[in-house]
């Protein structure tokens, strides 16, 4: 099966276009990818590289720029998923490269298998692993907090959930704010921990770019597990 991989991609300056290029361009030849694009703001010079590089792609241009993006991306997401009769969706930020590797389905399995988690991320190796409630992160999904990145969405749960508005007590944080709903809706939040497949990883490009360019200062001073 093809699963919906919703990637949303926003006004950027070259060095954040040319991540873009790259999730998009590897999410395209990955065999059980579905790909669909969210306008945030996308640029000419993006477009004319996807149409040089014949990266085939479904855009979805409405009300995706502004204060709304991100709230607004999810529901997309689900929506899209919900119209193609997938239970799990994929949306991924623009500068999250997944393994070549990586297996959708495999994915899809473990998650099926524990139907208490709504939300669930790949985790990323330029960013400290999350611990799980016992403080470790032993097993193939272990439940925590927040996650980012690259979310995989349980769609039968997401089609009627409310995402609240940004809380400002929580620091423009939009990952926490969600996760925060999810669980007092009754959900869990999960990654893919330690007992799961090692294809089950991404890479976050922000880490190779100087903190002039990108704002986490944090990719260069924890170690990168996953990157072998």
């Known amino acids: 099966m093809k699963w919906p991989v919703v990637i949303t991609v926003g006004g950027h300056d070259a060095v954040r276009a040319g991540f873009a290029l790259a999730v998009l ?11 669909h694009v969210l306008d945030g703001g996308i640029t000419e010079p993006f477009l004319a590289c996807t149409r040089a590089w014949e990266i085939p792609w ?3 241009v409405d009300q995706f720029a502004g204060p709304e993006l991100q709230r607004r991306r999810h529901m997309r997401a689900v929506e899209i998923a919900a119209e193609l009769g997938a239970r799990w969706v994929w ?3 623009d500068d999250c490269l997944a393994r ?3 297996d959708l389905d495999v994915a899809a399995a473990l998650l099926d298998a524990r139907p208490d988690v709504w939300l669930a991320a ?38 009627d959930f409310a995402w609240p508005a940004l809380d400002p007590r929580m620091g423009g944080r939009y990952d926490a704010t969600w996760c925060q709903a999810i669980r007092a809706a009754g959900g869990k939040v999960a990654f893919f921990g330690d007992g799961a497949p090692r294809h089950l990883r991404a890479q976050h490009l922000g880490e190779f770019v100087s903190t002039f360019e990108w704002p986490y200062p944090r990719a260069r001073t924890y170690p990168r597990k996953w990157d072998e």
């Not at 361009?25 to 790909?35: C, K, L, Y």
């Not at 611990?131 to 999904?141: K, S, V, Y």
């Open 122 to 159: 790949v985790h990323l190796p330029s960013c400290p692993m999350p611990h799980g409630a016992d403080g470790a992160h032993t097993g193939p999904l272990v439940e925590t907090g927040a996650v980012g990145g690259l979310r995989v969405l349980r769609v039968d749960k997401f089609r």
């Open 91 to 93: 949306s991924a930020d």
């Open 25 to 35: 361009a590897s999410w395209a030849r990955h065999a059980q990818a579905n790909v």
């Open 100 to 102: 070549p590797e990586m």
């Open 58 to 60: 479904r855009g979805h």
